[in-house]
């Protein structure tokens, strides 16, 4: 008979459940580790406070929670050897999944949400986007309701081209243009057209999104990762990349360490593309959003025959519209759209069309410099209240995009991601978007101050300095 025992928070592996408040929830997550023998019999649990302490909840809380459960005869407690899991609670295996379906402990779903990856949408411009697609729609020539030009409307293409030169610093004809439905598709349609041409590996930045890798393994691509730093991908690593045929980067904005791409790197990357003929893949997800100065420009503009500039609308108006753009060198326009026929045909020409009449009204500028106002009072007050409230957590990446990665003390992403999941607060660990090649970085959170409304904005900021705090 083993007296094992869990000191810590941590030991415990406590999920937060599908139930309504926190001790309810920790009673169910409990219950649940005891009953799938994550707990055994006889492991002593920590104590209240200290348990407390690192779930990020009162105490009282805790002590509740125990009680209740001592009452109900999963765990005992006895004077001087604290609250252990009871003997006769015997581990079960979980039931099969039908008859499960009630108690299995579901994430809760957060109160506040700062997740990256979203604008705040509740400010989409409904009103301005239904008097361009009424408009769009009365001025459609029959031929947008049959089946187009793979490429997308030329209409579109046409606004783009003009936007892209002048907001992007970006090389664009129409004829080079190809719409799609987001980065995501962008990428895969990218995928597709290399692998055709026999290219094996695509290198990527050693912090990203594992969707955007899964994506181009999918299409049978290798990965080999760029080291990240204080100024962006090492693109020096380039040339000791023999196989690579191309490069993946987010230069306006690393994504998630939200550092521009310094100018000689870029210029590196781009010398790297002319030497051996590799393509560098832009992904431009916010580059409109730069708060202490001019945006900076699209690596495109460097050189359009070896930059592939892929945009989107998912942060700058709202990423369930799918609607995204490559530009692309002359060489590649017709293997582009023939992969994008293949895939879906072309995409929805009304939406498209709504898109273009957005754009040339002057509705689309306006809403990204409203936008861009938001986002820095967020971005700004986000600082100021860590700076006063936590003044340990450091604060990087905040010149541009919708989010911020925090610092935190060595050792401590993950309490901090458990106390907040307890506290109701959605978030992301840094370590999340490492690729799996990479060596482990820093403990940090990455923050997206865009995803709350306004009126969730306060609650969730507070969520946020009372989790670090
Ligand atoms: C790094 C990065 N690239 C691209 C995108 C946009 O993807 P999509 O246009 O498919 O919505 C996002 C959105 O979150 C992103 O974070």
């Known amino acids: 008979m083993t007296d094992s025992w869990a000191t810590f928070g941590a030991d415990l592996h406590l999920e937060t459940t599908g139930s309504t408040g926190l001790r309810t929830g920790l009673m169910d997550a409990l219950r649940e580790a005891v009953r799938t023998g994550r707990l055994a019999p006889g492991t002593r649990l920590p104590s209240s406070r200290s ?79 239904l008097k361009a697609a009424r408009r769009a729609l009365t001025a459609a020539p029959n031929d947008a309701f049959g089946y187009g030009d793979p490429r997308g409307r030329i209409e579109l293409r046409t606004v783009l081209a003009e936007y892209l030169a002048r907001a992007r610093g970006v090389y664009a004809e129409p004829e080079r243009i190809v719409i799609c439905a987001g980065f995501v598709q962008a990428l895969k349609l990218m995928g597709t057209v290399l692998r055709k041409r026999r290219v094996r590996e695509v290198a990527v930045e050693s912090w990203g999104l594992d969707v955007h890798w899964k994506l181009l393994a999918d299409a049978g691509l290798r990965m080999p990762c760029l080291s990240v730093d204080g100024l962006g991908a090492r693109t020096d690593e380039l040339s000791g990349l023999r196989g690579a045929g191309a490069v993946l980067m987010t230069p306006a904005h690393q994504f998630p360490t939200g550092v521009p791409l310094h100018p000689d790197r870029r210029a590196a990357a781009v010398d790297w593309a002319r030497r051996t003929g590799g393509l560098i893949l832009e992904d431009d997800y916010d580059g409109e959003f730069r708060y202490d100065r001019q945006p900076v420009g699209a690596l495109q503009g460097l050189d359009p ?71 820095r009072r967020r971005r700004d007050q986000l600082v100021e209240v860590l700076a006063e409230r936590a003044p340990g957590v450091r604060v990087s990446g905040i010149a541009a995009g919708l989010h911020a990665v925090l610092e935190l003390p060595e050792g401590s992403e993950a309490s901090v991601m458990r106390s907040a999941a307890w506290q109701g607060l959605a978030l992301e660990g840094f370590s999340r978007f490492r690729h799996p090649e990479a060596p482990p970085g820093r403990d940090a959170l990455v923050i997206g101050y865009g995803t709350p409304t306004d009126s969730a904005w306060a609650g969730a900021l507070e969520a946020l300095v009372r989790v670090l705090s």
């Open 51 to 129: 348990l407390a302490v690192d779930l990020g909840i009162a105490r009282n809380t805790v002590a509740d929670a125990y009680a209740e459960l001592v009452a109900e005869g999963w765990l005992s407690a006895r004077q001087g050897s604290g609250t252990t899991v009871a003997r006769r609670a015997e581990p079960r295996p979980r039931p099969a999944a039908r008859r499960t379906t009630r108690s299995r402990p579901v994430p809760a779903p957060p109160t506040h949400n700062l997740r990256a990856g979203s604008p705040d949408l509740s400010t989409f411009p409904r009103a301005d986007w």
């Open 305 to 375: 025959e070896r930059v592939v500039h892929l945009g989107t609308t998912s942060k700058s108006l709202a990423p369930g519209l799918r609607l995204g753009w490559m530009v692309l060198p002359e060489s590649l326009v017709e293997e582009v759209a023939e992969a994008k026929g293949l895939s879906d045909w072309s995409s929805s020409a009304l939406e498209q069309l709504t898109l273009a009449e957005f754009i040339a009204s002057g509705a689309y500028d306006r809403h990204v410099r409203a936008m861009r106002l938001r986002y």
